[in-house]
């Protein structure tokens, strides 16, 4: 069997486990089923919005319930009326180097169980991201990237500098472990650049706001820019949803931040957030 014979058999199994997820009349994202049981992960940014439908790679759709989700890390967990489905076979992302050959499977504008092909670019620090030159599209949010193994090793999530971004495989378990029960913040953010002391920055602008929710309690506002946690600003545009994993709930945590270019700080309870079931 040539090289290319061999890459086409690996990745025909993760194409079976690969779903299209659509939301209403919106576009189509992406989908792997994780459990056997009909349990999916995608992004939380495919789902927003209710009653999603799942449908798989052999034609039948299911109305999925949103058994958790995590915006700020942009996971979201499904769970269809469907069992002995084919999962996928969970890599260790742990074990990932920079320049191994890696597929990510997806549904790029409609098209179904799409494959592209390219390297892992960089692993961003303590393991938050992988970047790889895979070229994604519209469509892709949601589906594996898997090495050469066959093992899926990450969940595609964002173009960033023309690098498509995959959250690890070990965040994915970590959150399946929790189903949803982290510590959550409650807030949208936009990721900005502020100047402090003449020099620029990472922040977060707080775009919306969750009412009762851990930033709310605190007293934050949607405007308010945060900078910097428990006294160190942040320096990469990943810091704040790293320290939030490692972080439990119920922890105390500082947050500093600008409000209407002034710096202020708040002590923020962290809470978690459990998704309601949605009829399915």
């Known amino acids: 069997m040539s090289l290319t014979e061999s890459f086409a058999a690996m990745v025909e199994p993760i194409r079976r486990s690969t779903v299209q997820v659509r939301i209403g009349r919106r576009g189509i994202g992406s989908g792997v089923i994780w459990r056997s049981n009909g349990l999916i992960v995608t992004n939380d940014h495919v789902v927003r919005g209710n009653d999603p439908i799942v449908e798989l790679s052999d034609g039948r759709a299911f109305s999925a319930s949103i058994a958790a989700r995590n915006p700020q890390r942009d996971l979201a967990v499904l769970q269809i009326g469907a069992d002995d489905l084919p999962a996928v076979t969970v890599g260790d992302s742990d074990l990932l180097r920079v320049g191994e050959l890696v597929f990510a499977v997806g549904n790029p504008g409609g098209t179904v169980g799409a494959v592209t092909a390219g390297i892992v670019h960089t692993i961003e620090s303590k393991n938050s991201w992988i970047q790889a030159d895979v070229r994604l599209a519209p469509g892709n949010s949601g589906g594996a990237l898997v090495n050469v193994k066959g093992e ?59 009412s ?13 820019i945060l900078i910097g946690v428990r006294g160190t ?23 500093e931040f600008l409000r ?7 002590n923020v309870i962290l809470e978690s957030r459990r998704a309601e079931p949605q009829a399915a």
């Open 233 to 255: 600003r942040f320096q990469s545009q990943h810091e704040l949803f790293w320290i939030l994993q490692n972080s439990n709930v119920g922890d105390g945590m500082t947050i």
């Open 152 to 210: 899926t090793i990450g969940i595609n999530t964002m173009i960033v500098n023309g690098k498509g971004l995959a959250i690890p495989s070990k965040t994915v378990e970590q959150f399946l472990k929790n189903m949803g029960n982290a510590p959550y913040l409650g807030v949208e953010l936009h990721l900005v650049r502020v100047i402090i002391a003449q020099k620029p920055v990472y922040g977060w602008l707080i775009t919306s706001i969750e």
């Open 212 to 224: 009762d929710g851990s930033a709310q309690n605190a007293g934050l506002l949607p405007g308010d």
């Open 260 to 266: 209407g270019g002034q710096p202020l700080s708040r």
